[in-house]
């Protein structure tokens, strides 16, 4: 089993910086996973943000409207992924999820929702002066 918990969302102005962290617990060893960051707006759909293979290149996928902006990464154990969130803009408002699956090694990994079988409570993150 997996158990994911979120943590790091406030309130910040446009333009600061945010991160978040996801403690992952997993009774999966020896496996890569793809572990990755999902944000829902107000009436909008889940979208994926990053993801990041666990396998040995940490391969990483990031949506085009957070490139540049986002990036994310875990600890040596694989036991915290972090999403690190700059030049943060209102439309960055949302939900923030974090996401686990088993993968193929240093496959990249989907930003689509419907590829992730484990999922967090979320964190809310808002943009707004």
């Known amino acids: 089993q997996v158990r994911l918990v979120e943590s790091g969302g406030d309130s910040v102005l446009p333009g600061g910086s945010l991160t978040l962290s996801c403690a992952v617990s997993?009774?999966?060893?020896?496996?890569?996973?793809?572990m990755g960051w999902f944000r829902q707006g107000a009436g909008e759909e889940r979208e994926g943000v990053a993801t990041l293979n666990t396998g040995h290149r940490r391969t990483t996928k990031l949506a085009d409207s957070v490139k540049g902006r986002f990036n994310i990464s875990t600890d040596n154990t694989k036991a915290t992924l972090y999403l690190q969130m700059d030049s943060l803009r209102p439309e960055d408002t949302a939900m923030y999820y974090c996401a686990y699956a088993l993968a193929a090694p240093n496959a990249e990994c989907a930003l689509r929702p419907e590829a992730y079988r484990f999922w967090g409570q979320g964190t809310q993150v808002t943009v707004a002066s």
């Open positions: 997993s009774t999966y060893t020896g496996v890569a996973t793809c």
